[in-house]
Structures are given as C-alpha cells and as structure tokens.
C-alpha cells in the first residue's frame, strides 16, 4: 500500500509558467515533508521541506504547501526554467521514528524553453 | 570536499553471484541508508543504520545484507537470494535522529546501477 502518492507520471511546462507538483499522503502520522530532485544517472538532492505545523515554506523560487486535512502538499516553481526539468520525488517523514522516508513514485517535470 | 561516494557507477554481474556495492562518506554523518530504485518507482528503503554496529531492515531487505563498521562506510551485498537485483541504488547519509521532533534530511550519493546478466 502506498503511503505517498504523486499521481502526475510527468508534467509539461512553458518556460517562465508556474509549475505545480502534488503529492497525497496517507499516513496521518506523518509529521515533516520533503522535495528531492534528480537527474538521470544521478542521486536526488534535497529542494525544500516543511513540517506539518507549518502550511506553507518558501524559498526563492520553490514553495511547498501543506493542507493537512486532505493530506496533500504540492510544490510550486515560479518562473519555471529549463533547468527545472528532472524528477521530483515528494517524501514523508514520522520524526518520532526517525529519518526514515517514504518517498513517492515522482513526477518527471519538462520546462520548454 | 564533503559529500557521498559510491562506486562502481555500473556494475555488472552474473545471476547467482553476491556483488558488494560500495558507499562512503566524510559528512561525519552517524546515520546511512541504502535505497532502491525501479523504474517508474519511488525509492525504496533497504537497510539503514543509525550508529557503527547497528543497522536496521528497512522495507525490502530481503536477499541484501550490510556492516557498519566505521562511520564512514556502509557497503551493501546483494546476495544471490535477491530475486530481482537490476536496479538503481542509492547510498544516503544524515545527521544522527535528534528527536524532538527534529527532522535531519538525507543527503543520497550519486548512486551504482546494477544489472544482472
């Protein structure tokens, strides 16, 4: 059973547009959220987080926005460019367990230029 | 420069043989992980280990083993039991389990790609 869910396989995007990812979870005792973004042949680097009693983290051109009581969170690029193109994986966290993470299929992000 | 090495980038093996995969790391991180990942999937957690000499299962161990005896390492062994070894594997370190409802986030290695011939 999947806990995290990203239900887009893949998101296409005009440069300069905003970009909208979503994630749905299930576990309601997921306490902290994460954005990871990887390139082919490459480990995922961190992009941004919140915990839950935050609903909404910003930084720079990334915002993550937590709704708690449908348990979905969504990630927004604003200006979106081309260098945003990659696979962006949604990942959740019970903090009282650690830094186990239960990550989502991921979502492949294209920004035309 | 800080960071998480993980070697071969490709490794190749023949069915039914053990293959170790090599992960270290000079972030001074207590905490490492090891990851797979399939195709049109998330990552899915193999083993983790919290401190040297302890390590935990994670969602799919079965047919992988591990050590962690330094800080710095923790080589992972797909073993012949694995029935499905092809895949992409992802090495991740953090800072030790703070608890108090502090969160430490992963940060993965570049990965080792293995495929069973």
């Known amino acids: 059973d999947q806990q995290v869910k990203q239900n887009s396989p893949s998101l296409s995007v005009q440069e300069g547009r905003i970009s909208i990812l979503n994630c749905d979870y299930t576990?309601?005792?997921?306490?902290?959220f994460l954005w990871y973004k990887k390139y082919p042949a490459e480990g995922p680097t961190f992009l941004i987080s919140?915990?839950?009693?935050?609903d909404k983290n910003e930084d720079g051109r990334f915002t993550v926005f937590l709704n708690k009581s449908a348990k979905h969170l969504s990630l927004h690029i604003v200006p979106s460019q081309p260098g945003d193109s990659a696979v962006y994986f949604c990942?959740?966290?019970?903090?009282?367990?650690?830094?186990?993470?239960?990550f989502g299929a991921g979502t492949i992000l294209r920004v035309k230029s | 420069d800080g960071g998480i090495t993980q070697s071969p980038k490709y490794l190749f093996r023949k069915e039914g043989q053990n293959v170790t995969l090599s992960c270290e790391q000079n972030?001074?991180?207590?905490?490492m992980y090891w990851y797979r990942q399939d195709p049109g999937q998330g990552l899915r957690l193999i083993y983790y280990?919290?401190?040297?000499?302890?390590?935990q299962k994670g969602d799919i161990a079965e047919g992988y083993s591990v050590s962690r005896e330094k800080k710095e390492s923790f080589p992972l062994t797909v073993t012949s039991a694995q029935k499905n070894p092809t895949a992409f594997y992802l090495c991740?370190?953090?800072?030790?389990?703070?608890?108090?409802?502090?969160?430490?986030?992963?940060?993965f290695g570049p990965g080792t790609r293995l495929t069973v011939l």
């Open positions: 280990s919290q401190i040297v000499n302890d390590f």
């Open positions: 990942a959740a966290s019970e903090v009282e367990y650690g830094n186990k993470l239960v």
């Open positions: 991740a370190s953090s800072k030790r389990l703070a608890g108090g409802g502090t969160y430490n986030e992963q940060f």
């Open positions: 972030l001074n991180h207590d905490a």
């Open positions: 919140i915990s839950s009693i935050k």
């Open positions: 576990n309601s005792m997921f306490d902290y």
